[in-house]
Nanobody, 123 residues
């Protein structure tokens, strides 16, 4: 089992940047493919980005492609999401998740979830 704790959220203005972190503890972080999801008020949780356990493969939702970057540091047991050129539509609670198998755009593929960190983008 792995425990995940997100941090780095906050209130920013449109056009600003943030870096989210997801600290992992428990079983070896490098065993897992990882993903970031987000959930806005009144909406379903949606895939944002995924990364393989080596970091060699990544995937992004079309809505964030070119603005967000997912990365990981297995030596530090930490997953990151760099958010650039933020827009109000990016406002959501952001969750990191760990998958025993391959990362996927579907939330059912993930076995462990963090508690989320709030990102609010004002116009």
């Amino acid at each position: 089992q792995v425990q995940l704790v997100e941090s780095g959220g906050g209130l920013v203005q449109a056009g600003d940047s943030l870096r989210l972190s997801c600290a992992a503890s428990g079983r070896t972080f490098s065993y897992y493919d990882m993903g970031w999801f987000r959930q806005a008020p009144g909406k379903e949780r949606e895939f944002v980005a995924g990364i393989s356990w080596t970091g060699g493969s990544t995937n992004y939702a079309d809505s964030v492609k070119g603005r967000f970057t997912i990365s990981r540091d297995n030596a530090k047991n930490t997953l990151y999401l760099q958010l650039n050129s933020l827009i109000p539509e990016d406002t959501a609670v952001y969750y990191c998740a760990a998958a025993k198998g391959s990362y996927s755009i579907g939330s059912a593929a993930y076995d462990y979830w963090g508690q989320g960190t709030q990102v609010t983008v004002s116009s």
